[in-house]
């Protein structure tokens, strides 16, 4: 700015200093201009008076160094000239100064040199005799004259020059400081040049309204930033060239990612095929998705393009889990399975033991032996329906009534009803341990001691025992089932918890059990926020815990 102000004012100064010398020079020129024409004049004046008293003689005496006479006839003949020979001259009758004299007494005119470089100066006065006397000066040219001075004048405009800039340096300075320090931050409170006060009175309100703006957009982005930090689904903003604008912690665990990749390519952090595929459908088709296993657990990836005014500005990656989706999906397919079969298998029995009846093939002695089976079957359809209603009820969430419940009761009124079967199987009970209160449902809480009782004397062996253990502690109850039977692979451990799982598929032809035991046990469990756990070996018998948390009944 120093440098424009600072150009400006020289260039002022330079053409001021030029329009000065050029109107000097032409004013001084007419001032002596006129000086030198008056004493023409006089000079004339008093040559005419002497040429009239002394004659030619007098014209002979002068030194004309700086004037020259020239004596003409009325006819215009030369008669004495003092820088050159008369006799030579042509006749000066047709000059305008010669003219003018010899009509009005007296005459002027002025004529420019062939070179352009000076003028002659003429004038003429009218003698007594008739005869006129004229009288010439050389002019310089206002161009000889700027000839002349041009080397005083382009001393003047350097020296003026370089003094201009002097000044105008130590101007622009003086004139640009304050704007210096100018406070950018506190507009309202500079004390500057007036002129300035709308300027920085539009300032300081650009300023408030930035400010403004930048608080609601800080919030916009804390809000942004909450709420996608908090999100369980991984999410991936693009910019149209696919670098990354932001990344939620969800998205940087799923593609281990750091914090630092914000502005890097997204194919660098993801590699797959699918991915690149799936961005360039979503680019042309404006969306895209796909499934694809990542760290053991099945996603989704909802790819959306960015559009605004027609232009692509970017793209939207949203990840979800679906593996407990899937997962439900197919235990849904399965269960619908097993429970056709389950369903089917006891009534065809039962139908075909009713056919066989109606048709009269069977003897007399043996219609008690298939009502027996008949009953037999049906028995275990209503077990089978009785579990499924269970566990859609647990599945549902449905609230049951809650209750303080001592699980020791509990197990003793089990053993109760199980007696006669642990006898059969030449099995012993014992229950040992603390009350174990659980705030809970009843019903549910006795289900799962029955089954994994029931489980347990089952798969026993003669001379077996089952030992129900409770232990209560600071807010906690443990509830275990331990017996001597034939244990559990390592590799079954999980999976006897899934609806109509049997470890033992002949084994469970025998049994009049519906495969869903311990699925309702697991499902009983968590609906009491209770967590099981499993130790087992062949032929080592089985320990089955759950763990109830009391702190919050």
Same mark, same amino acid.
């Given at each position: 700015?120093?440098?424009?102000?600072?150009?400006?004012?020289?260039?002022?100064?330079?053409?001021?200093?030029?329009?000065?010398?050029?109107?000097?020079?032409?004013?001084?020129? +007419?001032?002596? =201009?006129?000086?030198?024409?008056?004493?023409?004049?006089?000079?004339?004046?008093?040559?005419?008076?002497?040429?009239?008293?002394?004659?030619?003689?007098?014209?002979?005496?002068?030194?004309? %160094?700086?004037?020259?006479?020239?004596?003409?006839?009325?006819?215009?003949?030369?008669?004495?000239?003092?820088?050159?020979?008369?006799?030579?001259?042509?006749?000066?009758?047709?000059?305008?100064?010669?003219?003018?004299?010899?009509?009005?007494?007296? =005459?002027?005119?002025?004529?420019?040199?062939?070179?352009?470089?000076?003028?002659?100066?003429?004038?003429?006065?009218?003698?007594?005799?008739?005869?006129?006397?004229?009288? /010439?000066?050389?002019? %310089?040219?206002?161009?000889?004259?700027?000839?002349?001075?041009?080397?005083?004048?382009?001393?003047?405009?350097?020296?003026? /020059?370089?003094?201009?800039?002097?000044?105008?340096?130590?101007?622009?300075?003086?004139?640009?400081?304050?704007?210096?320090?100018? #406070?950018?931050?506190?507009?309202?409170?500079?004390?500057?040049?007036?002129?300035?006060?709308?300027?920085?009175? +539009?300032?300081?309100?650009?300023?408030?309204?930035?400010?403004?703006?930048?608080?609601?957009?800080?919030?916009?982005?804390?809000?942004?930033? *909450?709420?996608?930090?908090?999100?369980?689904?991984?999410?991936?903003?693009?910019?149209?060239?696919?670098?990354?604008?932001?990344?939620?912690?969800?998205?940087?665990?799923?593609?281990?990612?750091?914090?630092?990749?914000?502005?890097?390519?997204?194919?660098?952090?993801?590699?797959?095929? #699918?991915?690149?595929?799936?961005?360039?459908?979503?680019?042309?088709? =404006?969306?895209?998705?796909?499934?694809?296993?990542?760290?053991?657990?099945?996603?989704?990836?909802?790819?959306?393009?960015?559009?605004?005014?027609?232009?692509? &500005?970017?793209?939207?990656?949203?990840?979800?889990?679906?593996?407990? *989706?899937?997962?439900?999906?197919?235990?849904?397919?399965?269960?619908?399975?097993?429970?056709?079969?389950?369903?089917?298998?006891?009534?065809?029995?039962?139908?075909?033991?009713?056919?066989?009846?109606?048709?009269?093939?069977?003897?007399?002695?043996?219609?008690?032996?298939?009502?027996?089976?008949?009953?037999?079957?049906?028995?275990?359809?209503?077990?089978?329906?009785?579990?499924?209603?269970?566990?859609?009820?647990?599945?549902?969430?449905?609230?049951?009534?809650?209750?303080?419940?001592?699980?020791?009761?509990?197990?003793?009124?089990?053993?109760?009803?199980?007696?006669?079967?642990?006898?059969?199987? %030449?099995?012993?009970?014992?229950?040992?341990?603390?009350?174990?209160?659980?705030?809970?449902?009843?019903?549910?809480?006795?289900?799962?001691?029955?089954?994994?009782?029931?489980?347990?004397?089952?798969?026993?062996?003669?001379?077996?025992?089952?030992?129900?253990?409770?232990?209560?502690?600071?807010?906690?109850?443990?509830?275990?089932? *331990?017996?001597?039977?034939?244990?559990?692979?390592?590799? &079954?451990?999980?999976?006897?918890?899934?609806?109509?799982?049997?470890?033992?598929?002949?084994? /469970?032809?025998?049994?009049?059990?519906?495969?869903?035991?311990?699925?309702?046990?697991?499902?009983?469990?968590?609906?009491?926020?209770?967590?099981?756990?499993?130790?087992?070996?062949?032929?080592?018998?089985?320990?089955?815990?759950?763990?109830?948390?009391?702190?919050?009944?």
């Amino acid at each position: 700015m120093i440098n424009k102000i600072l150009r400006s004012i020289l260039t002022v100064a330079i053409i001021v200093q030029i329009a000065s010398l050029l109107i000097i020079t032409s004013v001084l020129y +007419r001032y002596f =201009g006129d000086i030198q024409i008056s004493q023409l004049k006089d000079g004339l004046s008093l040559a005419s008076r002497a040429m009239e008293q002394l004659g030619e003689s007098y014209l002979e005496s002068l030194n004309y %160094d700086r004037y020259r006479l020239t004596w003409v006839s009325s006819d215009g003949k030369v008669l004495f000239d003092s820088h050159a020979d008369a006799a030579t001259m042509e006749n000066h009758a047709d000059r305008e100064e010669i003219k003018e004299a010899l009509t009005s007494g007296t =005459g002027s005119s002025i004529r420019q040199s062939p070179t352009m470089t000076e003028l002659t100066i003429y004038e003429a006065i009218l003698l007594k005799d008739g005869s006129i006397l004229r009288m /010439s000066a050389k002019r %310089d040219t206002v161009f000889s004259l700027v000839l002349g001075l041009l080397q005083p004048i382009a001393m003047i405009l350097l020296i003026a /020059s370089i003094l201009s800039a002097w000044l105008a340096h130590g101007m622009a300075k003086r004139v640009v400081e304050p704007l210096n320090k100018l #406070n950018l931050e506190k507009p309202l409170e500079n004390d500057a040049y007036e002129e300035l006060s709308p300027l920085l009175r +539009r300032l300081h309100s650009q300023q408030m309204e930035i400010k403004s703006q930048m608080r609601k957009l800080k919030y916009k982005e804390d809000e942004f930033d *909450q709420i996608t930090g908090n999100m369980k689904e991984a999410l991936v903003l693009l910019d149209n060239t696919g670098r990354i604008l932001s990344i939620n912690p969800a998205a940087r665990k799923l593609f281990n990612a750091e914090i630092t990749c914000i502005g890097e390519d997204f194919l660098t952090i993801e590699r797959k095929l #699918n991915m690149r595929l799936a961005l360039e459908e979503a680019k042309k088709q =404006g969306h895209a998705d796909f499934r694809d296993l990542k760290k053991g657990r099945e996603y989704q990836f909802d790819l959306s393009r960015i559009d605004s005014e027609g232009n692509h &500005h970017g793209m939207v990656i949203l990840a979800f889990d679906v593996t407990e *989706q899937v997962n439900a999906e197919r235990n849904r397919r399965e269960f619908t399975a097993n429970v056709s079969h389950e369903l089917k298998t006891p009534l065809q029995s039962i139908i075909g033991s009713a056919e066989l009846m109606e048709s009269g093939i069977v003897k007399e002695d043996d219609v008690p032996r298939f009502v027996r089976h008949i009953r037999s079957e049906a028995s275990r359809l209503v077990y089978l329906i009785d579990d499924i209603i269970q566990l859609s009820q647990l599945d549902e969430g449905t609230e049951m009534p809650h209750e303080d419940v001592s699980l020791k009761v509990l197990a003793e009124e089990v053993f109760e009803v199980l007696t006669d079967a642990a006898k059969l199987k %030449d099995v012993s009970l014992e229950v040992i341990g603390d009350d174990g209160v659980v705030n809970g449902v009843r019903r549910l809480l006795y289900v799962v001691i029955y089954s994994l009782c029931d489980n347990a004397i089952k798969y026993n062996i003669p001379g077996g025992s089952v030992k129900v253990s409770i232990t209560q502690k600071t807010g906690s109850v443990c509830l275990s089932v *331990q017996d001597t039977g034939i244990g559990i692979a390592p590799e &079954h451990h999980e999976k006897i918890f899934e609806r109509f799982y049997r470890v033992d598929k002949s084994h /469970s032809k025998q049994s009049i059990g519906t495969g869903l035991g311990l699925s309702i046990v697991k499902h009983a469990a968590q609906y009491h926020n209770g967590i099981i756990s499993v130790e087992s070996k062949l032929k080592k018998g089985t320990k089955i815990s759950i763990l109830f948390d009391t702190k919050e009944q």
